[in-house]
């Protein structure tokens, strides 16, 4: 079973334009990890935040957390070729102990 | 510093056959685990070890698969015998602790069963 669902399952950009994809969980979280995943390689971890954070930035990449909605948000700006790849949000259970990746978004920048 | 190392990349083989997976982790890492990614879906966990002990198996199909990870370090994941439903990328990972760290995944071993 997976805790989260990302939304929407594929995304079509050009690029220079911004990419936003969301993800629900329907349990409490002790925080919440995105992920990337390049054809055909394994996955990078891409930022992390805290079941008490409410924002967090790393470079393009602006992630949002509402636990009272339980959704998150991740927003790449400025798309680049290079972000064509498919987006998992996964979450570690409030015991911190599990983390449980949700069905990913498939995101293509177009040149 | 090295990734984490799977072998091998790629496997087919026949149903019925036994098959196993090999993963080091990166080095210092007490936290490994075991994933199954299937097709245009997230990865699910298998297993999980501390140092040496597996302490979520909770989803490893435990009449055919089987995993081990001796002192603590390499890990073997194996599937006797192996299911047409098989089919899967394994995706080994690891982490300083568990995950309320980032985890630091392998290639994965891409496995077609015929």
């Known amino acids: 079973s997976q805790q989260g669902e990302e939304d929407p399952q594929a995304l079509s950009i050009q690029e220079g334009e911004n990419a936003t994809m969301n993800c629900s969980y329907k349990?409490?979280?002790?925080?919440l990890q995105w992920y990337r995943q390049n054809s055909g390689r394994g996955l990078v971890h891409l930022i992390l935040i805290r079941s008490n954070e409410r924002e967090k930035h790393s470079g393009r990449l602006r992630v949002t957390l509402d636990t009272s909605k339980k959704s998150s948000s991740l927003l790449i700006t400025a798309s680049r070729a290079a972000d064509t790849a498919s987006y998992f949000c996964?979450?570690?259970?409030?015991?911190?102990?599990?983390?449980?990746f949700g069905g990913g978004t498939r995101v293509l920048v177009k040149p | 510093e090295a990734g984490v190392v799977q072998s091998p990349r790629y496997k087919i083989i026949e149903k019925k056959q036994p098959v196993a997976f090999w993963c080091n982790p990166i080095?210092?890492?007490?936290?490994l685990y075991w994933y199954r990614q299937n097709l245009g879906q997230g990865p699910e966990l298998l297993i999980r070890y501390e140092n040496e002990e597996a302490v979520d198996d909770s989803q490893l199909p435990k009449d055919r698969f089987s995993a081990e990870r001796l002192k603590g370090v390499d890990s073997t994941l194996k599937i006797q015998p192996a299911e047409l439903g098989d089919s899967a990328v394994y995706l080994c990972?690891?982490?300083?602790?568990?995950?309320?760290?980032?985890?630091?995944f392998g290639p994965g071993t891409r496995l077609t069963v015929t």
């Open positions: 990972a690891s982490s300083l602790e568990p995950t309320t760290y980032e985890q630091y």
């Open positions: 080095s210092g890492h007490n936290t």
């Open positions: 349990t409490s979280i002790n925080n």
């Open positions: 996964a979450t570690a259970g409030a015991a911190g102990n599990k983390l449980t």
